[in-house]
């Protein structure tokens, strides 16, 4: 089991570029979460997706991010026109179900440079 | 506002020493507390705490919760280099599945 999955591991972009941060979860994972780590700050929850619903977006900003896990394929975390405040790692987390007994599975996270 | 407090922000320590960090936190509807090492990388799970005053240990690691006063300990003994990480807490509340994170304790160990 190849455990969460992300890439890519660093990304660069420039201001007014789109990022795309990719997650396969683990094997046999249905529940997708995407966290925002900022420099010398705790995990901040962005959104809860399953297979091609999005649960919860609470924690995303309304604009120019948005999130989804098709029923093919890895969730895509997109963040449109960059701004340097985006700068951060990006975490993806996945959960057999919404039962989560022990917390979550990491991904090793996207950091994201916003030049 | 749902919040976890984690002190020392950062910690500073030799080899062998022992270490105590601390985790308080004000949520609403309290499930369990949570755990995680952070080494440059993915979080890696250490405990789960749901009741007062039981303590789970693995090797040198330790920790306990204290829901009247709000918070947790970790306990690392014996501190090798290897500890040197960053340890989050964090709190799952009844939604199930959103974990409120501390900022997290920088603890570097020196040989």
């Known amino acids: 089991n190849a455990g969460v999955m992300q890439n890519p591991r660093h990304l660069v972009r420039r201001r007014g570029q789109e990022a795309r941060l990719r997650c396969s979860p683990m094997?046999?994972?249905?529940?997708v979460y995407w966290y925002r780590q900022l420099p010398e700050e705790g995990l901040k929850f962005m959104v809860y997706?399953?297979?091609?619903?999005?649960?919860?977006e609470s924690g995303m900003p309304k604009e120019r991010f948005s999130a989804e896990f098709p029923k093919e394929g890895p969730s895509i975390l997109r963040i449109q026109q960059v701004v340097r405040g985006d700068s951060a790692a990006y975490f993806c987390?996945?959960?057999?179900?919404?039962?989560?007994?022990?917390?979550?599975?990491f991904g090793s996270g996207t950091r994201l440079t916003v030049v | 506002e749902d919040k976890v407090v984690q002190s020392p922000l950062s910690l500073v320590v030799h080899e062998g020493d022992t270490v105590t960090l601390n985790c308080s936190y004000e949520?609403?509807?309290?499930?369990?507390l949570l755990w995680y090492k952070q080494e440059k990388k993915a979080p890696t799970f250490l405990f789960m705490l749901?009741?007062s005053g039981i303590e789970k240990k693995s090797g040198r690691l330790s920790s306990i919760l204290d829901k009247k006063e709000l918070f947790s300990i970790l306990n690392i003994t014996a501190t090798q280099t290897g500890d040197s990480a960053v340890y989050l807490c964090?709190?799952?509340?009844?939604?199930?599945?959103?974990?409120?994170w501390g900022a997290g304790t920088k603890l570097i160990i020196k040989p």
């Open positions: 987390a996945s959960s057999p179900s919404i039962q989560i007994l022990y917390g979550y599975t």
């Open positions: 964090a709190v799952r509340m009844d939604s199930n599945y959103q974990l409120i």
């Open positions: 949520v609403t509807n309290f499930r369990s």
């Open positions: 749901t009741s």
């Open positions: 094997k046999g994972h249905s529940h």
């Open positions: 997706l399953q297979k091609e619903n999005i649960i919860d």
